[in-house]
Every structure is written in C-alpha cells, then in structure tokens.
C-alpha cells in the first residue's frame, strides 16, 4: 500500500467515524453558541432593571400627577416633577454610555514586538525547557514582572511574552492589556480600553440610585402610611423600586470605593490579590506613581474630560513601573506605551 492508501483507510475515515466526527463537531458549534447566548444573559437582566426602575420614577411617580409634591400645589408640583425628571434623565444618559462603551469596547491588541514570529515559536515547541530561550527574546523588551517560579511571562495560547499587567482571559480567549477581571455583567473584560468606563457606571449607578432613593423618600412614606389611595400594584412597583435602588447603591458603592482605592494605589483586582514579582522579588509598589498621576492614567489630566464617558487624553497603556536603574529595559517602555495609545 502507498502512503495515501494507508492514510486514508484509518479507522478515522471510515463512514461511521466520519459521521461521529460530524456530530461532535456539531455538539460542539451548538454548546459554543448556546454559552454565548447565557453570557448575554446578566447584560439583559440589568437592562431589564434599568427600564423597569425609569418607567416607575419617571411616569409612574412624576408624570402621572399620582403623587403630586407637594400636595395641593399643582404649579409648583408640575414645576418639581420636570426637574426631577431632567436630572434623571441627565444621569440615565451618562450611565448608558458609559455602560454601552464598557461592554463594546475593543480591547487593544498586544503591540507586535512581544508577539513571537512562526520560527520563534517552531524553535520553542522544539525545546525541553524554553525558559532560556523566552529570557533572549524578553532581554529586549520592557518587561519588569515575573512569574511565581521567577519565569518570563508567557501565553501558549496567544503566542506573545506577555506585557506587565497583561493577563489572559479564558472567556474572551484572548489577551487583555492591564488586566483588572472579567465581569459577566458588562460580558467583557474589564482592562486597559475600558477601565474608566467601568468605574463611571459604577459611580452613576450610585449616583441615580440615591437621587431616586432621596427624591422618592417622600412619595413612598406617604404610600407606606396609607395616605396615597392607589391600586396595589402602584404601590408595590414604588416600595419595590426604593428598596431595589436602595441596595444597588450599597453595593455599587462598596465595589466603587474599592475600584478607587485601586485607581489611586496603581492596581488591579489581580494585582491586589497577588503582588507583582520582580526579579527583585515581590514589590507591592511596583507600579505606584503617587495618587494625582495614578488618577490621571486612568481619567486623563484634562478635569472637565475625566467624568464623562469619553476617552481620556492622557492614558498610558502599559502604565509601566517606576523607572529604576537595575532594569536595562525600562527606558524604552516610553516608546512601547506610546505606540499603545495610537
């Protein structure tokens, strides 16, 4: 038998291996797209809360003339219900965008010079232990961080020594610049491109909640007293709707203040769980730079730019670490942080 014959009357290429095969990789194709449906899941639940929550305070307790404020004033009750509603609508906005920009945001792609070429990556696959020859190639690149066992940051799966800060997410596939989690809320990693469009929705969620929550106090005492004769499921929707504000602004809050203290400290979630390793070992102020600069590299220098959802002026991509003498590389990370923000 030739060559050919031989391949080709493996059990594989057989009929019935055929169809098997056909039909794993049909299951396959199908969990696939039914996982990115679920995904999709957390994003259309809180969509379906956020509509729910303006429909209730906008044309259930302002439009509607059912709770006028206050009572016996119809001017002035119309008068407060438009503003109230302006100021809603005004924050809604904000907290749109920066929730829309949050979840379709493209991530960066990893600049070309930490990628490894096809013979490169030939020669790796080729070694027993690859380390020695990962150290060559990352010799000139600013690279700081290290792995736990002291090994050049490496992925298999993207063929690329990996930035400082950089991660690999196993539900996006790929790798993500400044890596901070993947948050199935957004279905997106939350990184380098996004990260300040994160931390606004979280803080006009607070914001929008606690203005409901203050400016509805009243309408839903007088409810939870008797003094509003509405049908029941009015009533229900405005308790309902307090307390549900009332607890997304508790715990939004708690996650904002612990976002801003890792803006101000320089870090991520991943690096607040497990230090940055140097060849110096662990240094957990690797990538400080003191509060107003490390403020800036996430919502840029420009004070009127940093609490709108747009993208900052100044941003650096690597927010590589303090520039220290025992590293041959770090003056050339300026470059590579530049080439970034193009």
């Known amino acids: 038998l030739t060559c050919t014959q031989m391949y080709r009357s493996h059990s594989y290429y057989r009929p019935g291996w055929r169809a098997m095969a056909g039909l794993l990789t049909a299951c396959k194709r199908t969990c ?8 999709w899941i957390p994003v259309v639940f809180v969509s379906a809360v956020i509509i729910w929550g303006y429909y209730v ?3 259930e307790m302002n439009i509607s003339g059912k709770f006028p404020k206050p009572p016996g004033s119809p001017h002035l009750s119309i008068f407060i219900s438009a503003m109230l509603i302006l100021m809603a609508h005004l924050l809604l906005i904000l907290q749109l965008v920066s929730y829309i920009r949050t979840i379709f945001t493209k991530h960066r792609e990893i600049p070309d010079q930490f990628c490894l070429t096809d013979e490169q990556v030939e ?20 690279v700081h961080t290290l792995t736990k066992n002291g ?16 991660h690999h997410c196993s539900v996006c596939g790929r790798c993500i610049l400044k890596m901070d989690h993947h948050c ?8 380098y491109s996004n990260y300040k469009f994160f931390v606004l929705f979280l803080f006009y969620t607070v914001v929008l909640c606690l203005f409901i929550c203050i400016t509805g106090l009243y309408d839903v005492i007088r409810v939870w007293s008797g003094k509003v004769k509405q049908d029941m499921a009015l ?3 405005v308790i309902f709707c307090f307390f549900v504000c009332a607890c997304f602004a508790l715990s939004t809050g708690i996650l904002l203040c612990f976002h801003l203290y890792l803006v101000m400290t320089n870090k991520s979630t991943i690096e607040n769980m497990g230090h940055p390793i140097t060849a110096d070992g662990v240094d957990r102020k690797l990538f400080y730079l003191g509060v107003k600069k490390n403020l800036q590299q996430v919502f840029g220098r420009d004070c009127l730019w940093a609490l709108l959802p747009v993208c900052s002026r100044y941003r650096v991509a690597m927010q590589g ?3 220290v003498p025992r590293l041959s590389s770090s003056l050339s990370s300026l470059a590579v942080q530049k080439k970034c923000c193009k």
Do not use: M, S
């Open 57 to 59: 305070y906008v044309f």
């Open 151 to 166: 090994c050049v940051r490496y992925c298999d799966t993207c063929e690329v020594v990996k930035p400082d800060r950089c």
């Open 184 to 191: 199935p809320w957004v279905n997106n990693c939350v990184g």
């Open 32 to 39: 696939v797209c039914c996982f990115k449906v679920v995904q």
């Open 123 to 142: 020669t790796l696959e080729e070694l027993i232990d690859g380390q020695a020859f990962l150290r060559e190639v990352a010799a000139n690149l600013p």
């Open 321 to 323: 670490p303090r520039l």
């Open 235 to 237: 009533k229900f929707n």
